[in-house]
């Protein structure tokens, strides 16, 4: 998989958490296969992945455009692009509040984010 150089800070709820997203672009037999890793600033001994493979992920992920997936969210058509601190946020708050804790020691894959953005509202993916 192609990693981040570096993983990115976000702090929202007075929580610091580190994340990138990761994904392959010269995989084609796994292609859409790509993942988010999570790890909570103040407990770097946990490391959280989450994988997709229903979610067909941007190719300029650096680039911040209306680039994405087309998909619809609770009824509205709108443009999921992982790579976007607004979509992490909500996989970090679903998975820390449903999946695990961030006390947690160790590394946890979590293999069906694809059932993660359902559970957020996020169906009929293009």
Request: with cysteine; proline share 3%; net charge neutral.
């Amino acid at each position: 998989m192609k990693n981040r150089v570096k993983l990115r800070m976000m702090m929202f709820n007075e929580e610091k958490w580190l994340w990138s997203y990761n994904y392959n672009d010269m995989d084609f037999i796994n292609y859409p296969h790509s993942y988010y890793l999570f790890v909570p600033d103040d407990n770097r001994k946990l490391k959280v992945r989450v994988f997709f493979t229903r979610y067909a992920p941007n190719m300029n992920l650096d680039t911040y455009l209306d680039e994405g997936t087309i998909c619809f969210h609770n009824g509205k058509r709108v443009v999921l692009n992982l790579c976007r601190p607004f979509f992490a946020r909500q996989i970090i708050e679903y998975v820390f509040n449903n999946l695990c804790s961030r006390t947690d020691i160790g590394e946890i894959n979590i293999n069906d984010g694809d059932s993660i953005l359902e559970n957020l509202g996020y169906t009929d993916f293009y």
